[in-house]
């Protein structure tokens, strides 16, 4: 049995329709009318112990209120959900105690006490034991760099410091589930880096599994190795990250470094795009244009020390299908 199933699963919300003018107001509240809003649309999907999942739709698509329902915030307008075997509407207070979640812009340290207080404070709530509490602190000390704002009150925290306290707070009681809504939100390239390589080694050694919401693909890219793609309430896609690179990334970049500045290179089937001295990047389809031709092409006419060439990025593939400029192929979607 996975660790979390999710069968059929519908989120309804009701809204109260309001009329214009003073007639309409008086009319609203003594003959109120409502219209049904589907949040989450009949979704179904499984993932595995051990699994790290990215969770990804446009705004207003439908993530949060998934992830809440998961988390047992919500519960269900229909359709069954199991997270580790509990049901976590009806089970929320023990399954609460084995999962962890991060809110990137949400802290659930206390903000007037320091960061050390506060682990303390969620060892007696969640009642972990004095081994696994000082061997998660060391560990986590170590990787994330703790001990530079330990005895800091929380609110003194910069953004990256307080994002690295709230992942270690997050997993202090060893979850077996964790969720992240955008864990790296607003940091720089070092701080960021230096979370999905704690969020890596933790999968790894410890097997946790993980459900992350963001918009940054590159989170995806980095710590993700299988992707839901959710649109207006609906499931679009479930398979692996590079399934949808492949199948719908068409462009490729040629990087090619010449022995010497040359200006004015012509190459069919590609497109210039950036030049740097020696350095020229050209862009090709590869469903139209060989790149074993495009390197013949330039070794034939030019002095050429390295050529690479760079896969698509995640990120444009997945603009590309929130602006309707991509239509997932049922086959490899994963979506009956």
């Not at 329709?17 to 649309?41: C, F, M, N, Q, W």
Request: glycine share 8%; proline share 4%.
């Amino acid at each position: 049995m996975a660790l979390i199933e999710v069968d059929n699963l519908v989120k309804e919300y009701q809204l109260s329709v309001r009329h214009k003018g003073l007639l309409g107001s008086i009319r609203s509240l003594l003959i109120p009318e409502y219209t049904k809003k589907v949040a989450v649309d009949s979704i179904s999907f499984s993932i595995e112990k051990g699994e790290t999942v990215g969770f990804i739709g446009p705004n207003g698509a439908g993530k949060s209120t998934t992830v809440k329902m998961l988390t047992g915030i919500l519960t269900p307008t229909s359709g069954t959900i199991t997270v580790g075997g509990l049901s976590p509407y009806k089970d929320r207070k023990k399954n609460a105690s084995r999962i962890g979640v991060v809110f990137g812009q949400r802290t659930q340290l206390w903000w007037d006490l320091p960061v050390a207080d506060t682990y303390d404070l969620l060892k007696y709530i969640y009642k972990i034991p004095d081994n696994v509490f000082r061997e998660n602190m060391e560990l986590f000390t170590d990787i994330l760099g703790l001990h530079e704002f330990l005895k800091q009150p929380v609110r003194q925290l910069s953004l990256g410091q307080k994002m690295r306290a709230d992942i270690a707070a997050a997993l202090l009681h060893n979850p077996e589930i964790i969720f992240f809504d955008e864990p790296t939100i607003g940091l720089d390239v070092v701080a960021k880096e230096q979370i999905r390589e704690f969020v890596r080694t933790v999968n790894r050694e410890r097997g946790t599994t993980m459900l992350f919401t963001t918009h940054d693909m590159s989170d995806i890219e980095k710590t993700c190795k299988r992707m839901i793609i959710i649109d207006h309430g609906k499931k679009i896609y479930d398979g692996t990250v590079e399934e949808i690179k492949e199948k719908y990334g068409k462009s490729r970049v040629l990087r090619v470094e010449f022995s010497e500045y040359i200006p004015n290179v012509q190459l069919p089937g590609a497109e210039l795009i950036k030049e740097e001295g020696n350095k020229k990047w050209f862009e090709f389809q590869k469903d139209q244009t060989q790149v074993s031709r495009l390197i013949n092409t330039l070794s034939q006419k030019y002095g050429i020390v390295d050529i690479t060439v760079q896969e698509p990025e995640i990120e444009g593939v997945i603009r590309e299908i929130y602006q309707g400029g991509i239509h997932l192929d049922e086959t490899l979607s994963g979506v009956s």
